[in-house]
């Protein structure tokens, strides 16, 4: 079992809907979830940030993580077309060295104007 | 800010053949990670290197190995290539080596074939 799953979709929307994209960790250890963002032909750039369960708001995104279930969400409201790209939810541990991230597989959403 | 730059941006080789690829880490960064990225698949840590180096090591065989320079960049050396290593090969750069509090920034990736 792999320590952060995550469906590969793709996801196809149309503009102005609102997006739900999920992780499952399997990992106790966990203590960090980030979610990059990909697009194509590009390197990964981080959207969200959360430390433990909660949720965080930024703009038209919001991250939520339930640490009781091991699930982590990433919504997008008034999804626009230049959110097209591949989500990569990302989680890794408390504590010193912490030296790497596990990724799920990433998520392709496409927004259609 | 240049950010994370990586080169060569696409790369052929064969089976058995030697590569080596670059990573210049972006501005006042002094840590760089090398992950894999095989096609449909979620980007896996290699290894990563703070003062010149190996802090810790992914599921990776020794085939590959790394170096970090005085100046903070980096090189990732990948020897007896096989088929299954053709994928984007991702350097991130950071300030500080804990990736629970300090940013990963990710360069544009190499993608390496491997024939």
């Known amino acids: 079992q792999k320590e952060v799953e995550q469906d590969p979709g793709p996801l196809s929307v149309p503009e102005g809907a609102i997006v739900s994209l999920n992780c499952t960790y399997s990992?106790?250890?966990?203590?960090?979830f980030m979610w990059y963002r990909q697009y194509s032909r590009k390197g990964p750039e981080l959207l969200m940030y959360?430390?433990?369960?909660g949720n965080k708001e930024d703009g038209r995104f919001t991250a939520q993580v339930d640490k009781s279930s091991k699930y982590i969400s990433l919504f997008i409201r008034d999804s626009q077309p230049s959110d097209s790209a591949t989500y990569l939810c990302?989680?890794?541990?408390?504590?010193?060295?912490?030296?790497?991230?596990?990724f799920g597989k990433g998520t392709l959403l496409t927004v259609n104007p | 800010d240049a950010g994370v730059t990586q080169s060569p941006t696409h790369l052929i080789k064969t089976r058995g053949q030697q590569v080596t690829l670059r990573c210049s880490p972006k501005?006042?960064?002094?840590?760089v990670s090398w992950y894999q990225q095989a096609l449909g698949q979620g980007p896996q840590f290699i290894f990563q290197y703070y003062e010149e180096e190996e802090r810790q090591r992914g599921n990776f065989p020794d085939r590959f190995s790394g170096h970090q320079f005085p100046n903070y960049s980096s090189e990732l050396n990948v020897n007896a290539l096989l088929l299954g290593d053709s994928a984007l090969y991702l350097c991130?750069?950071?300030?500080?080596?804990?990736?629970?509090?300090?940013?990963?920034?990710f360069g544009p990736g190499t993608r390496l074939t491997v024939l």
């Open positions: 990302a989680a890794t541990n408390s504590g010193g060295s912490n030296y790497k991230l596990t």
């Open positions: 501005s006042g960064h002094d840590t």
């Open positions: 990992n106790s250890a966990f203590q960090y």
């Open positions: 959360t430390y433990s369960s």
């Open positions: 991130a750069s950071s300030l500080g080596t804990d990736v629970s509090t300090d940013t990963q920034y």
